[in-house]
């Protein structure tokens, strides 16, 4: 999902970025927040960015596919941290990942659309959703993983087909996704297992840790 | 002497690390060593698909002037050791408590 520099048009590369500033924006004011309320909270921010840095840089083989490619991490650390905080994590993520050969800077904000907000929001909404429907922990954070991941992929093949083939979005969209599910199918069932472990292993130990507020990040014990 | 976890988390790396390496094998032998990343390939295929667009490095790659085995196993060690510093300031005080 790392788009390069030199795909998207400007004006696309703007709009990204547009829809990208604001989530940030609430994101660092909930981590200034979230600081001061919990002394556990600055270690763990920390930890998942370095957490969220590997896990979407580090490609996986995928031999039925004959290619590889990476988990994004992101439903893991919304679960986590909560939500806006994860947007930060994966803006400075994808920043540092540029200098990998991963992304770009004008398709930042495209990238932090389609990894940092599609992916976190999908899969922690989806979290949330099926732990008030009473479906067991694992399960939620299971299918956040595998749904935040799987909807990653669907927004940068969008973004993709909006700004190289605007006479056939619809088309395209669906030509690119075909052409990223193959691969990114078994990994999003990778991200199931490892969102599970985490997760679970942490709501077993700390669970204070864990994003409590809907909308925030504050872990309050 | 290495508590449960440890010995846990210790077993899960080496199976992870087996399972990766089979499939990276497998997928070698499969693909006759190409392998690409699915994000370039879909990238440069929607680029053919318009006049004068590919992609382009505006910033210098690390990756570039050391290799991406060296750039991404330096990139891992250093985030090792921050996760692993953090997770036993987070989960160890509390057990030791």
Known sequence: ?221 | MLDRFTKTALVLLVVITAIILIIAYLGYIGDQGKMKGIGPIVEKHAASTVANVAPVSLVPAITDLVGKFWGFTIAGIVAGFIVGYLWTGLFRRREDA
């Open chain 1, 1 to 221: 999902m790392h788009i390069s520099d030199g795909i998207l048009a400007p004006e696309w590369c703007l709009v990204w970025f547009a829809i990208a500033i604001p989530f940030i924006a609430v994101g660092v004011w909930q981590i200034k927040r979230g600081t001061k309320e919990n002394a556990s909270y600055l270690p763990m921010l920390a930890m998942m960015g370095a957490v969220v840095f590997v896990i979407s840089v580090w490609h996986i083989p995928v031999p039925v596919s004959g290619s590889c490619s990476h988990p994004i991490g992101t439903p893991m650390s919304a679960i986590i941290v909560g939500p806006f905080p994860t947007v930060v994590l994966g803006a400075i993520a994808l920043f540092f990942q540029a200098f990998f050969g991963h992304g770009g800077l004008t398709t930042l904000g495209a990238n932090v659309v389609s990894m940092g907000i599609v992916g976190t929001f999908s899969g922690y909404l989806l979290y949330v959703l099926l732990r008030k429907v009473n479906l067991p922990l694992w399960l939620a954070a299971g299918m956040a993983g595998f749904v935040g991941a799987v909807l990653c992929y669907l927004t940068t093949a969008l973004q993709l087909a909006l700004s190289l083939n605007p006479g056939s979005v619809l088309s395209h969209w669906a030509i690119y996704t075909v052409g990223y599910m193959p691969t990114q199918l078994p990994l999003a069932v990778a991200e199931f297992v490892f969102t599970v472990g985490i997760v679970q292993y942490i709501a077993d130990r700390r669970p204070d840790l864990l994003a409590k507020k809907l909308w925030g990040g504050v872990s309050s014990a």
